[in-house]
């Protein structure tokens, strides 16, 4: 395959179509890597140390929304959330009708944090909580009423990075994804490294349940829809947490909870899905942006899905579009340092770009391949909207208003459109793959799934991408989730937003936890 600076052609058009070629998933390659998903889930439910790590989580019962946390143990449960560019620590109390109220309170986490000592950043997320119970007391709480743990707040920790999991107040840290990097982190058991954090300073805080976002997500949907077979992170990063059956988590024989038998949801770190890339439908954008992250060659499915990442796809494309020879096809050959920059287009702005591509009546045209030779609007739809996008990539790319024309507005739409909707797609395969796993699904004209044929099917899903982002919402991903296990079956899938889920999950976890103590 070409490198990204490899774009000569005679032909401008020739180039765009090949580009867009590059970001199209048919159905059999759809199929392709949702078998390649399945077989992951296998490998790492069968043996540890696999990049799609199938963590168990000891989590082995999925809450109704009647849970309270009413006396002998606490109403009002501490949570602290980290997870990427914000700490948050919140305080949750669970009201036992499918509701909860909540005060919270972010914090952010610089990257010197992020890439300095672990000490440094458990003392500030300590110092964090602090604060917090400075200025946001909780009500009801009486010292001496928590069980066998007097005179301290429980807290639930989301921990949205790879552990592996050997207790629901234990886990060792696998490895640091999402721009994190601290030192003398990785290999030690997260929850001790924070506690240590709250004894050195003298904070009253016990941390009692350990806690992926992904976890909560799932945790937090059941909790309010009454039920929730998967859990999905759609923002910073991406990952799925699910149902599985304990007999199938084959690592885990020999072990008491293999013996107790039953279902334990299991934390899939999809995000390293396929880091081979044999499946993954690579461009020289995606592998620029891998062989210049902090991770080449690790979190691949990741950095065709989340929010981190999905501008610098776009930036690339962009850019090689800028330098393309032997005449540029993207701003008159100029840059912008936000152009230059690694980094330089947040995801954010491919959300401004599409909404006002949308414009206020919300309605979706195809992304089709801008036409480059004699490019011209009759259609005064398609102008006023190519106006307004022009605009956003005026203010947010730095450029003068001279410097992009409309069929540069019409090229930037067009990239940001391919690079979200493949995420779209992706993501879709991601659920699609679950679905086959616990046999709620099989692929579509195949024999009918083996249980569960007229049940709904809970998704909780959580993370700013689904709900601001055009394209990274349900409807493309059930478009990618039809063409995969049918028509039938996507309708029973129930996709809800997970309200609040790294704070309402580690709470729930929190109140297990807290019963297992008394």
Request: net charge negative.
């Amino acid at each position: 395959m070409a490198s990204t600076s490899a774009l000569y052609s005679q032909d401008e058009q020739r180039v765009l179509d090949d580009i867009h070629r590059r970001f199209q998933l048919d159905s059999e390659s759809l199929v392709g890597l949702t078998k390649a998903f399945v077989d992951e889930f296998r490998i790492g439910l069968q043996s540890y140390g696999q990049p799609m790590a199938m963590i168990p989580t000891f989590v082995t019962g999925v809450p109704d929304g009647t849970e309270t946390g009413q006396a002998p143990t606490p109403l009002t449960f501490l949570a602290l959330d980290l997870g990427g560019t914000n700490l948050r620590v919140c305080e949750v109390v669970l009201n036992g009708d499918k509701t909860f109220s909540l005060r919270q309170q972010k914090y952010k986490v610089s990257d010197t944090l992020k890439t300095g000592e672990a000490t440094t950043l458990f003392d500030y997320l300590a110092d964090s909580v602090d604060e917090f119970l400075t200025t946001h007391a909780p009500a009801d709480y009486t010292p001496g009423q928590h069980g066998s743990i007097p005179d301290v707040l429980p807290l639930g920790l989301t921990f949205s990075f790879p552990v592996e999991q050997t207790a629901l107040d234990s886990g060792k840290i696998l490895t640091w994804t999402k721009g994190f990097a601290a030192k003398n982190a990785v290999g030690n058991d997260v929850v001790k490294l924070l506690q240590d954090a709250f004894d050195r300073k003298h904070i009253h805080v016990k941390c009692v349940a350990l806690v992926n976002d992904t976890v909560g997500a799932l945790l937090s949907r059941a909790y309010t829809a009454g039920g929730c077979t998967l859990g999905a992170i759609f923002g910073t990063g991406t990952n799925g947490a699910y149902v599985e059956e304990i007999a199938q988590i084959t690592k885990l024989s020999n072990s008491s909870a293999a013996a107790a038998g039953g279902l334990m949801v299991v934390n899939a770190e999809w995000g390293a899905f396929n880091n081979s890339r044999s499946h993954l439908p690579s461009t020289p954008f995606d592998n620029s942006l891998d062989r210049l992250s902090i991770n080449p060659g690790y979190q691949a499915f990741e950095k065709f899905v989340s929010g981190m990442y999905l501008g610098e796809i776009t930036r690339n494309l962009l850019v090689s579009l800028v330098d393309a020879a032997p005449k540029s096809l993207l701003f008159g050959g100029k840059a912008t340092a936000a152009i230059n920059a690694q980094w330089g287009l947040d995801t954010s702005v491919m959300s401004d770009v599409e909404e006002a591509w949308q414009g206020e009546d919300k309605t979706a045209v195809k992304n089709e391949v801008p036409i480059f030779i004699a490019f011209s609007v009759d259609n005064t739809d398609i102008k006023s909207r190519l106006e307004r996008v022009r605009a956003v990539v005026v203010k947010a790319l730095g450029f003068q208003d001279a410097e992009v024309s409309l069929r540069d507005a019409a090229i930037v739409r067009w990239a940001c459109g391919l690079v979200a909707r493949r995420a779209a797609l992706l993501s879709g395969v991601a659920v699609a793959a679950v679905l086959l796993q616990t046999n709620t699904a099989t692929l579509h004209g195949q024999s009918k799934p083996a249980k569960g044929n007229d049940e709904k099917i809970g998704v909780g899903v959580d993370g700013r991408l689904v709900p601001v982002y055009h394209h990274i919402n349900p409807r493309t991903l059930r478009e990618s989730l039809r063409e995969l296990v049918g028509e039938e079956v996507e309708g029973r899938v129930d996709i809800g937003m997970a309200k609040d889920g790294s704070g309402v999950g580690a709470a729930l976890c929190a109140l297990q936890a807290m019963k297992q103590f008394q």
